[in-house]
């Protein structure tokens, strides 16, 4: 059940205000008013309105001025204009600057509360979409590409490449190194980011079900299909379609699945017209297809078809310089415990590990580490035992040097330049980080 309107009426006649508030009261409304905003129009006494009932013809100021102020609000109110005989031109005038809608005096009161409801309506409406859009916003931050590292950088650039034509991609990755997330990165940057981007796991949908997502199915196709229903392809069509662990789907379907992205055609199971689609293809898989073609597990064809375009996401151990930047990644996306920074020996020992579950992994060690790390500097020792006990061999080749110095500048930036605050956030001495800021030559 919607709140009920907070209404604003501004009406220089006192007895015609006071029948209005009575009137808006009795409908559970509630109401405040006055003859006018003061002489310099302060729409902060409208704070807590959703909708104004504003007579045109005031004596000490014009009713379209007072519109003018408020539609320049940063988020207006609705305004429901009252008019007099002869001032309809007024009006429409009021409609052209924003207002919701007008009514002519004398009206029934009834027509009013109509009126007023439907412009809370759109009121509410338009909160709904403001937030909607706020959370996609922060879903989209979420979704960031977050990297620090040139082999990923190259990845990119060449996602934007294959993101302009219209051959199908295969993408490769061991599980966890963020597939999904490049795959979207491909449709946003191709020709049509506004339309669909559909997501399907091949290896999480029962084989028996996999076909009726992808392909739909009509009202008695099968036990159970009780209404038509379109597929995964029919929900994408002028977008993207994305089948992730491709590998896993059965060989049966594989032959249908080609067919499709041969032809751009398909039928629903149980459907007798043949339904035309346009969309890109991407898929992915953290197995060796050609190898699953080899022992009969995959069809050649289908391999030769989605594999037209390929790209291969690195390793997080392949990326160490990404795991300081991931780790402030996840730090700032935790917020109440964004507070908190990983101390130089932590991220230390963190680049060490071998992240078999790659950035999957090192996120929930990041959000648990947090959770659990009992100060506001998190520490070596408060990184789980088996990140500490399970470090990677050979990465003690790698250039840890240029990782310590990325964090070091990071966390130098977001202290503002200020080495106390930056020594405290990275648990160190400030002399130490003195020492560090002249070896690696960091100039702030």
């Given at each position: 059940m919607s709140p009920a309107p907070h209404v604003f009426i501004i009406e220089?006649?006192?007895?015609?205000?006071?029948?209005l508030e009575n009137e808006l009261r009795d409908e559970g409304m509630a109401v405040r008013s006055a003859e006018g905003l003061g002489r310099e129009s302060d729409?902060?006494?409208l704070d807590?309105?959703?909708?104004?009932?504003?007579?045109?013809?005031?004596?000490?100021?014009?009713?379209?001025?007072?519109?003018?102020?408020?539609?320049?609000?940063?988020?207006?109110?609705?305004?429901v204009i009252m008019t007099g005989h002869g001032t309809v031109a007024s009006a429409v005038e009021a409609m052209r600057l924003g207002a919701y809608d007008f009514i002519e005096k004398p009206f029934k009161i009834e027509e009013l509360k109509a009126i007023i409801r439907k412009a809370h309506e759109k009121r509410l409406l338009r909160a709904e979409n403001v937030s909607l859009k706020a959370q996609i916003r922060m879903q989209?931050?979420?979704?960031?590409?977050?990297?620090?590292?040139?082999?990923?950088?190259?990845?990119?650039?060449?996602?934007?490449k294959l993101a302009s034509s219209p051959l199908p991609v295969l993408i490769y990755g061991e599980s966890g190194t963020g597939k999904e997330l490049i795959a979207r990165a491909i449709h946003e940057w191709g020709p049509s980011p506004e339309k669909a981007f559909i997501a399907i796991n091949c290896g999480a949908?029962?084989?028996?079900?996999?076909?009726?997502?992808?392909?739909?199915?009509?009202?008695?196709?099968?036990?159970?299909?009780?209404?038509?229903?379109?597929?995964?392809?029919?929900?994408?069509?002028?977008?993207?379609?994305?089948?992730?662990?491709?590998?896993?789907?059965p060989m049966e379907l594989q032959s249908k699945l080609l067919r499709a992205i041969e032809e751009n055609s398909f039928f629903r199971l149980g459907g007798t017209r043949e339904i035309k689609v346009s969309l890109k293809f991407l898929s992915a898989t953290n197995r060796d297809l050609q190898a699953d073609v080899a022992a009969g597990?995959?069809?050649?064809?289908?391999?030769?078809?989605?594999?037209?375009?390929?790209?291969?996401?690195?390793?997080?151990?392949?990326?160490?310089?990404?795991?300081?930047?991931?780790?402030?990644?996840?730090?700032?996306?935790?917020?109440a415990h964004k507070h908190k920074a990983f101390s130089g020996g932590a991220i230390d020992?963190?680049?060490?590990?071998?992240?078999?579950?790659?950035?999957?992994?090192?996120?929930?060690?990041?959000?648990?580490?947090?959770?659990?790390?009992?100060?506001?500097?998190?520490?070596?020792?408060?990184?789980?035992?088996?990140?500490?006990?399970?470090?990677?061999?050979?990465?003690?080749?790698?250039?840890?040097?240029?990782?310590?110095?990325?964090?070091?500048?990071?966390?130098?930036?977001?202290?503002?330049?200020?080495?106390?605050?930056?020594?405290?956030?990275?648990?160190?001495?400030?002399?130490?980080?003195?020492?560090?800021?002249?070896?690696?030559?960091?100039?702030?």
């Open positions: 220089d006649d006192r007895n015609f205000r006071d029948i729409t902060h006494s807590g309105c959703d909708v104004l009932l504003l007579d045109l013809n005031l004596p000490d100021a014009s009713g379209l001025d007072i519109l003018r102020k408020v539609s320049s609000m940063s988020f207006p109110i609705e305004v989209n931050e979420s979704r960031r590409i977050v990297t620090a590292s040139p082999i990923m950088d190259e990845v990119l650039a060449n996602a934007a949908i029962p084989s028996s079900m996999l076909e009726s997502e992808l392909f739909g199915h009509e009202k008695g196709a099968f036990t159970g299909a009780v209404q038509k229903k379109p597929g995964m392809l029919e929900l994408a069509n002028e977008g993207t379609l994305f089948l992730d662990e491709i590998a896993e789907m597990r995959f069809r050649a064809d289908l391999y030769y078809r989605i594999g037209a375009l390929s790209l291969r996401i690195p390793p997080l151990r392949e990326r160490p310089l990404d795991i300081p930047v991931l780790v402030e990644h996840f730090r700032q996306m935790d917020p020992a963190l680049c060490r590990y071998g992240w078999p579950g790659n950035i999957r992994e090192l996120k929930n060690v990041v959000q648990r580490t947090l959770l659990l790390s009992p100060g506001d500097v998190v520490n070596r020792d408060d990184l789980p035992a088996d990140i500490l006990g399970g470090a990677n061999e050979e990465s003690e080749g790698l250039k840890l040097s240029d990782v310590e110095k990325t964090h070091i500048i990071k966390v130098l930036r977001e202290s503002g330049g200020h080495r106390g605050r930056a020594a405290i956030a990275l648990g160190i001495d400030p002399k130490t980080l003195y020492r560090k800021i002249i070896q690696y030559g960091i100039k702030m």
